[in-house]
């Protein structure tokens, strides 16, 4: 059944695939895509017009991506942390060698993930992006050292006052522009390409990146620890 | 010669093709997760390429004088490759991400309960 199944049903998508998909280049970007590029630097001050949709043009969107990030790792962390003994294999300690590596390159990690997404509205990079730098380095670390404890508090304290904060920055915008978000008149935009300009935008990539590396962090935590909060073999 | 986009575009429906008969065809349910991924990569491919023109940059800008010079901005628009797909495709970057930490949380629990990541062994699915 599913052998003629599968073939049918892969034929009939790669026939929309092919009817849908436009194999060529377009001749132009789209007309919303232009009025951002054209008019991205001045409204916003950011070099990096990406940055700009995201965090300005379309933030709410970015408020739901969030939110999905969140809800999803929350899920993740819920069906991951149910107290049933499953060791999948017993852990081997790791050499002395990995383990100082790791100490050594832990700090120069969490520092470029802090760099990538200060740095979102000038180069590519931001939040998203720094935020998975900074979960590496705390992956590095869990992978040297399977039982170093986590400071728990600390991280779901950083995740939700972020998270919290990126909505009190929206609210600001109500308050003095008129609308979410708007980055008008709330911080001065600086000089093109300062690492101190484009208004809010910085202000909330941080954000952003502080929920993203928090979040995954605290994910990849659990999955390390599924099923040990009893300490015995399934 | 062949244009790059349309290779481009070749290789994301095929990864999407590709990816959905693992779906249907694998019994491991690992191998059926990677064909997820492999869908939502082939997808992000395909977003990417209908903002993308062959020659033009990222749209970062670095003209230094580009606030002052009513020349120089309106040529901008000619130089960089749509903004919008590159922000749609980093926003379904990071939710594929998410979901697939859900689907290997599902994975891991449902080999702790059934002791195997054969589909066709989870008999309780079964009508």
Same mark, same amino acid.
């Given at each position: 059944?599913?052998?003629?199944?599968?073939?049918?049903?892969?034929?009939?998508?790669?026939?929309?695939?092919?009817?849908? &998909?436009?194999?060529?280049?377009?001749?132009?970007?789209?007309?919303?895509?232009?009025?951002?590029?054209?008019?991205?630097?001045?409204?916003?001050?950011?070099?990096?017009?990406?940055?700009? &949709?995201?965090?300005?043009?379309?933030?709410?969107?970015?408020?739901?991506?969030?939110?999905?990030?969140?809800?999803?790792?929350?899920?993740?962390?819920?069906?991951?942390?149910?107290?049933?003994?499953?060791?999948?294999?017993?852990?081997?300690?790791?050499?002395?060698?990995?383990?100082?590596?790791?100490?050594?390159?832990?700090?120069?990690?969490?520092?470029?993930?802090?760099?990538?997404?200060?740095?979102?509205?000038?180069?590519?990079?931001?939040?998203?992006?720094?935020?998975?730098?900074?979960?590496?380095?705390?992956?590095?670390?869990?992978?040297?050292?399977?039982?170093?404890?986590?400071?728990?508090?600390?991280?779901?304290?950083?995740?939700?006052?972020?998270?919290?904060?990126?909505?009190?920055?929206?609210? &600001?915008?109500?308050?003095?522009?008129?609308?979410?978000?708007?980055?008008?008149?709330?911080?001065?935009?600086?000089?093109?390409?300062?690492?101190?300009?484009?208004?809010?935008?910085?202000?909330?990539?941080?954000?952003?990146?502080?929920?993203?590396?928090?979040?995954?962090?605290?994910?990849?935590?659990?999955?390390?620890?599924?099923?040990?909060?009893?300490?015995?073999?399934? | 010669?062949? #244009?790059?986009?349309? @290779?481009?575009?070749?290789?994301?429906? @095929?990864?999407?093709? !590709?990816? *959905?008969?693992?779906?249907?065809?694998?019994?491991?349910?690992?191998?059926?997760?990677?064909?997820?991924?492999?869908? #939502?990569?082939?997808?992000?491919?395909? !977003?990417?390429? *209908?903002?993308?023109?062959?020659?033009?940059?990222?749209? !970062? !800008?670095?003209?230094?004088?580009? @606030?002052?010079?009513?020349?120089?901005?309106?040529?901008?628009?000619?130089?960089? %490759?749509?903004? %919008?797909?590159?922000?749609? %495709?980093?926003?379904?970057?990071?939710?594929?991400?998410?979901?697939?930490?859900?689907?290997?949380?599902?994975?891991?629990?449902?080999?702790?309960?059934?002791?195997?990541?054969?589909?066709?062994?989870?008999?309780? @699915?079964?009508?």
């Amino acid at each position: 059944m599913r052998q003629i199944l599968t073939p049918i049903v892969l034929l009939l998508l790669g026939a929309v695939l092919w009817q849908a &998909v436009p194999f060529t280049a377009p001749a132009d970007i789209s007309e919303i895509g232009r009025r951002f590029v054209e008019f991205g630097v001045a409204d916003n001050r950011a070099a990096n017009i990406v940055t700009s &949709v995201i965090v300005n043009y379309r933030g709410l969107d970015t408020l739901g991506e969030v939110s999905v990030l969140f809800l999803s790792v929350t899920g993740a962390i819920f069906v991951l942390r149910r107290r049933e003994g499953l060791i999948l294999a017993t852990p081997t300690p790791s050499s002395e060698l990995v383990a100082t590596g790791a100490r050594l390159l832990f700090g120069p990690i969490l520092l470029f993930g802090a760099y990538i997404f200060a740095h979102g509205h000038l180069t590519p990079g931001g939040g998203f992006q720094g935020g998975a730098i900074v979960a590496s380095s705390v992956l590095l670390l869990l992978l040297a050292d399977r039982d170093r404890a986590m400071a728990h508090n600390a991280l779901g304290w950083i995740e939700s006052m972020s998270g919290f904060l990126y909505v009190v920055v929206g609210m &600001v915008g109500i308050a003095i522009a008129g609308s979410f978000l708007s980055n008008k008149g709330i911080l001065p935009l600086g000089l093109w390409n300062d690492l101190f300009s484009a208004g809010l935008i910085p202000v909330i990539y941080v954000l952003v990146g502080l929920k993203v590396g928090s979040e995954l962090a605290t994910l990849i935590d659990a999955m390390m620890h599924s099923g040990e909060k009893e300490g015995t073999q399934a | 010669m062949i #244009e790059p986009t349309t @290779l481009y575009t070749l290789t994301g429906a @095929l990864l999407i093709l !590709i990816g *959905f008969a693992a779906i249907m065809l694998k019994r491991n349910l690992i191998k059926m997760m990677l064909g997820f991924v492999m869908v #939502e990569a082939g997808v992000h491919l395909l !977003i990417i390429c *209908f903002g993308f023109i062959p020659g033009r940059t990222a749209p !970062i !800008i670095n003209t230094p004088d580009l @606030l002052t010079d009513p020349a120089l901005m309106s040529a901008v628009p000619q130089q960089f %490759v749509d903004p %919008v797909v590159q922000a749609i %495709v980093l926003t379904a970057i990071v939710i594929a991400v998410g979901v697939t930490a859900l689907m290997l949380a599902y994975v891991v629990r449902l080999y702790g309960v059934h002791k195997t990541l054969d589909v066709g062994r989870y008999v309780s @699915l079964k009508w």
